[in-house]
């Protein structure tokens, strides 16, 4: 069983930047593709950005220019840069990781941002 553990959430003003981290506790280069997702309070779970093994980057419309996601095979990470943050981003933010037999999710970490 492939465990997820976020890191790096918390409370930020508007236009500030936040760096969240998600280690896997098992190499990561054998997932399809690694992504973060978001879930305000009322509202569904969206994907946020994703990247492939091979560095292809997606990103949600409303993120874009703002947030960057990257990975670290060394490390077995995949982390997600947040800039200019406003009162919208906030939300539970989980990563998620797919391979060819399953899903797998972090339990979540808060972001909120203040106006």
């Known amino acids: 069983q492939v465990q997820l553990v976020e890191s790096g959430g918390g409370w930020v003003q508007a236009g500030g930047s936040l760096r969240l981290s998600c280690a896997a506790s098992r190499t990561i280069i054998s997932f399809d593709s690694m992504a973060w997702y978001r879930q305000a309070p009322g509202k569904q779970r969206d994907m946020v950005a994703s990247?492939?093994?091979?560095?292809?980057?997606n990103y949600a419309d409303s993120v874009k220019g703002r947030f960057t996601i990257s990975r670290d095979f060394a490390k077995n990470t995949w982390s997600l840069q947040m800039n200019s943050l406003n009162p919208e981003d906030t939300a539970v933010y989980y990563c998620?990781?797919?391979?060819?037999?399953?899903?797998?999710w972090g339990q979540g970490t808060q972001v909120t941002v203040s106006s």
């Open positions: 990247i492939s093994p091979t560095g292809i980057t």
């Open positions: 998620a990781a797919q391979s060819p037999s399953s899903d797998y």
